[in-house]
């Protein structure tokens, strides 16, 4: 049994008090029951109207402050407008509010001085509370005063209210925990945000054939290939067998393709003319838009396709055809398979690409994301650490982002999001990162958003309707170690519309039929997963604000396929602790057949007769032994989600030069007398590896050679064996001989020696093909 990871390192319970505790008993609950209710100041600035010239020139350039204690928030400004719209929203946290009169001044943009045109003030004790599902307030016309509270020309149209995150106007409000940040870009980088990934497509390209080919050279057979490009995917095909001017191939490439589909699929048939020179023959550009789609495994028409020498790409002006090369071939665009983006064993969906294949939704995840705890400063800013965190949390095709908690290592942001879902055996994963992009980081674009720590939850581990609340850790693996980062603060509830459409998808397949009735290579979907994460990534850090490649690429785990000691480890000891029950049965066993327990061994002796006498016993005795333990386990079954374990991963106990290998760069980029001593330990470790498969392929070949007359004196021994077990067992009733061998393995040690059965001694003397090992 493993030891249980450090304190500091598990998961806590937690007992938050949520916004939608005091609503029981229907399912009508809040939007915001997973999350504690976050109370904020609304100042909604609409417009303003009849404002007084203030330049030479009889205009004004008028903007609005809105002061509350140490906190300021302006709108933009107007120039020479005295009618203008700014429609704009302010929010102050109440946790923050040091003051008990809101300010809203109109001033007028000056280039030494802006000028005061008047203000209104509200007291906090007067301002109206509203709650969601609530009608929003409507705006009013409010005079403005001067300094001394005499009315000036100008009315000011305002709304102003206390409300919480459930408001509808809390995502596009300017808010004053982030009072630090300016400019639009940076404004928009700290907004919470919903992103959905790209539509993927499997592209099946099957070259069957070309036709009438003309190589420049005709005195030789030409070497022909097919490569296909889509985007930065390249792929080629073998060369062909029939060396002519009509070879054929019938060799299937496949790609990844997303919706909007933006590039063609291009298609050049190339001759290798010498070792590193390949002639390209002709040209086709297919547009992906007019590509068929298939929902089943039925094959799609196939079609000829025209070579030209060259291709028409954005408009450029097409080159006379003198000649009439044809490429055969089946395109199609495979709706039945799921593009796997995410590693098989996190998978967050499941379903085919094609909508019309998906199966209803089972359920309802929900999830609260309520605040962090002691999180590490990440950046130095003015001399000091600090971190300015946020949330993205990925479930199907579905991406969240929270907003941005600016300098904050307890950061609060109380958001709830919600997912369908169509398989419970699917994982959500969320991850806490850094934002470096506040100040105009991205310009250079070299600063990336630091990964503070990740959490996964899979939906199947969860009893439905029941919410969970934990606070998990943040750990991070560097090359020092393993780091706690902090702790996250989860609401999880998954809620199950049909228990029985539930308990029905546990006999389904995991993946789409396509995947079992033509089955893609383990190496095809190797290199099928990587061009997804390149696809969604990309995708996704064109988005506005964007979900950066490095945070993607995080949630998605790439490169987690890479060489790791550390992880080749963990995965031993848990085949060992998986064995480790075999293990302990044969222990127990071995004690039983030795009399180390006299009564113990009776009982078994006397179940064995029952079970010998009574064959028909034997299946549901043990369905029923498996049921008792079961029911038996029913009391410490698990009461939390799992997490990341640190012990399991041997995380803790990493040597630092094996972390070192693990975060080296593919290809190395480490001196050569590291890599020469690195080398050396595989080669020791692969060397052991080898001896153990050499042990297994040597005890399958002796099984082999009892039948194959390798060593005639062995296989005639055996089959004569055969010939008199055939004939005893015939004319013996089985329950005889089950009895006798029952109590032959179970002997007394009195009846035992030391030395190896015949049995085992004869099997060891047969031969092996090692005697023919180089």
């Known amino acids: 049994m493993q030891r249980p990871p450090p304190e500091e390192f598990s998961l806590k319970e937690t007992n938050p008090h949520l916004g939608g505790s005091k609503i029981t008993g229907d399912k009508l609950t809040s939007t915001y029951d997973l999350v504690e209710q976050m109370q904020y100041l609304y100042v909604r600035v609409v417009k303003a109207k009849d404002l007084p010239a203030k330049d030479v020139t009889g205009s004004c350039d008028p903007y609005v402050e809105v002061k509350l204690g140490n906190y300021k928030g302006t709108t933009r400004h107007f120039e020479k407008k005295s009618n203008p719209e700014w429609n704009q929203v302010f929010a102050f946290s109440k946790d923050r509010i040091q003051a008990s009169v809101v300010e ?3 001033k007028d943009k000056d280039f030494v001085k802006d000028d005061f045109m008047g203000r209104t003030w509200f007291d906090l004790n007067e301002i109206p509370k509203r709650v969601p599902p609530d009608s929003p307030l ?12 005499d009315k000036v020309k100008g009315e000011l149209m305002l709304a102003v209210w206390m409300g919480t995150q459930a408001d509808e106007a809390f995502p596009e409000a300017w808010h004053s925990d982030a009072a630090t940040v300016s400019g639009t870009d940076a404004l928009s980088n700290i907004r919470s945000k919903v992103y959905l990934s790209p539509k993927l497509w499997y592209l099946r390209v099957n070259v069957i054939e070309a036709q009438d080919l003309q190589p420049t050279d005709k005195g030789r057979y030409p070497e022909v290939f097919v490569k296909a490009i889509l985007g930065n995917q390249a792929l080629r095909t073998r060369i062909s067998a029939s060396r002519s001017i009509n070879p054929m191939w019938n060799e299937d490439l496949m790609f990844v393709a997303a919706e909007p589909f933006e590039e063609p699929l291009i298609l050049s048939v190339e001759d290798r003319v010498a070792p590193n020179k390949d002639e390209v023959l002709g040209r086709c550009a297919i547009p992906l838009q007019h590509v068929d789609r298939r929902l089943d495994h039925k094959p799609v028409n196939t079609r000829w396709f025209n070579l030209e020498k060259h291709v028409i790409v954005d408009g450029e002006k097409k080159k006379e055809i003198k000649f009439a090369s044809r490429l055969h071939m089946r395109v199609c665009l495979e709706g039945g398979y799921h593009v796997l983006d995410e590693s098989t064993h996190y ?6 690409t094609a909508k019309q294949l998906w199966k209803s939704s089972i359920g309802v995840l929900e999830l609260g994301i309520l605040n962090a705890q002691g999180l590490m400063p990440m950046k130095t800013k003015d001399g000091r650490g600090t971190t300015d965190a946020y949330c993205v949390a990925k479930y199907g095709q579905k991406w969240v982002r929270t907003r941005t908690i600016i300098d904050s290592f307890t950061p609060k942001w109380n958001e709830q999001y919600t997912w369908e879902v169509f398989d419970p055996c699917t994982v959500i994963t969320i991850g806490v990162f850094d934002n470096c992009h506040l100040h105009g980081g991205d310009k250079g674009g070299g600063s990336k958003d630091s990964r503070i720590g990740k959490v996964r939850i899979r939906l199947s581990t969860l009893e439905t309707d029941r919410v969970y609340t934990h606070s998990y850790p943040l750990l991070v693996l560097y090359p020092n170690g393993v780091k706690k980062m902090g702790e996250i603060h989860l609401a999880v509830r998954f809620t199950c519309s049909s228990l029985l459409n539930m308990m029905h998808m546990y006999s389904q397949p995991l993946l789409p039929k396509m995947h079992y009735l033509h089955p893609l290579t383990v190496s095809q979907l190797d290199s099928l997963r ?13 988005a506005e604000p964007p979900l950066r490649k490095e945070v993607v690429e ?8 890479m060489w790791s000691m550390r992880r080749s480890k963990a995965n031993f000891f848990r085949i060992m602790g998986v064995l480790s029950g075999i293990i302990a049965v044969g222990k127990w066993f071995d004690q039983i057949c030795n009399w180390k327990n006299p009564i113990t061994t009776v009982l078994i002796h006397i179940l064995f007769i029952i079970l010998v006498l009574y064959p028909e016993l034997i299946l549901p005795t043990i369905f029923l032994y498996l049921f008792l333990i079961g029911v038996w386990y029913y009391r410490w079954r698990p009461r939390h989600p799992p997490h990341m374990d640190t012990r399991l991963s041997h ?10 290998e693990e975060f080296d760069t593919f290809p190395t980029s480490r001196p050569s007398d590291i890599v020469r001593m690195r080398y050396d330990r595989l080669r020791s470790i692969a060397g052991r590896i080898q001896t153990v498969v050499g042990d297994l392929a040597t005890q399958g070949e002796r099984l082999q050679s009892l039948l194959s007359w390798r060593d005639p004196r062995a296989t005639a021994l055996f089959v004569i064996f055969c010939l008199v077990a055939a004939i005893v067992l015939y004319v013996t009733p089985f329950q005889v001989v089950a009895l006798l061998t029952g109590f032959y393995v179970l002997r007394h040690p009195r009846f035992r020696h030391k030395l190896p059965s015949v049995p085992l001694n004869f099997f060891r003397r047969l031969p092996a093909r090692t005697d023919c090992m180089l």
């Open 104 to 106: 809203v001044t109109v």
């Open 138 to 149: 409507a705006p009013q016309w409010y005079r403005l005063e001067d300094r001394k509270g």
């Open 347 to 352: 998978s967050s969906d499941l379903r085919p």
């Open 530 to 542: 990587h061009q997804a994460t390149q696809i969604v990534s990309m995708r996704l850090s064109r």
């Open 554 to 561: 995080y949630m998605l785990d790439v490169g987690s396929h």
């Open 651 to 660: 995380a803790d106990s990493a040597h630092p030069d094996e972390l070192d």
